[in-house]
């Protein structure tokens, strides 16, 4: 089955400047990835997502970066704001009969500094 | 606006005693999903619905049941509530044929 990591659990930056958060998934066969952002006391919101035939995606102040030949996924904030510090999670959908089902992964803690 | 509320927002309960979580959304989405979040294991699937009458299990199921009766609602029971299901409960719904879920605030549930 699918599965999904991140390599930092926490990440602390100062304000203003930028972050990148990361996440590796096993199977080859994904082809559509999404960043959760999830604040204090709330559930996860969607912030972006991108698909397999797609290397970059941008919005608001995210960029998400896929390379499908090592099988990672980043999230870039831009000059990181105090409404950024949050718990960030990568998913991925499960492959065939899986399809509709996320699996997530456990999440980064980003600390935005004053 | 449509929205997906789910009750109560914090429940202390004891061991051994039926609990029913509530999950309600007016997306008309078919897509329904509980979850559960843990310090170290991030969220975990207990249940799933892909539309009326359809429940699945997920990962972590054992000790949970599911019914879906109508589109709206999708209740959670923990049959026989004991300590090791102190969690932060989290139910979603998306679309036919898409993933990107809308979430609850969550309940946190705390067995005593």
């Known amino acids: 089955g699918e599965s999904v990591g991140l390599h930092l659990p926490t990440l602390s930056v100062q304000e203003g400047d930028n972050s990148i958060i990361n996440c590796a998934y096993s199977n080859s066969a994904s082809d559509y990835f999404i960043w959760y952002k999830q604040e204090s006391g709330k559930g996860p919101q969607f912030i972006i997502d991108?698909?397999?035939?797609?290397d970059k995606r941008q919005g608001q102040r995210v960029t998400v970066l896929l390379n499908k030949t090592v099988k990672h996924l980043s999230l870039q904030i831009a000059a990181t704001q105090p409404g950024d510090s949050a718990v960030y999670f990568c998913a991925v959908p499960g492959v065939r009969q899986g399809a509709q089902k996320l699996v997530f992964g456990q999440g980064t803690r980003l600390t935005i500094n004053p | 606006d449509a929205e997906i509320t789910q009750s109560p927002r914090h429940k202390i309960t004891e061991t051994g005693r039926q609990v029913t979580l509530a999950c309600h959304q007016t997306w008309n989405h078919n897509n329904m999903f509980w979850y559960r979040q843990d310090l170290g294991h991030g969220l975990r699937l207990i249940h799933y619905s892909y539309g009326v009458q359809d429940t699945n299990k997920g990962e972590v199921s054992d000790g949970y049941s599911v019914s879906r009766s109508n589109t709206e609602d999708l209740p959670l029971t923990l049959e026989s509530a004991a300590s090791s299901q102190t969690s932060v409960y989290f139910c979603?719904?998306?679309?036919?044929?898409?993933?990107?879920?809308?979430f609850g605030s969550g309940t946190r549930l705390t067995v005593v």
């Open positions: 991108i698909r397999s035939n797609m």
């Open positions: 979603a719904s998306s679309e036919s044929d898409r993933v990107d879920y809308t």
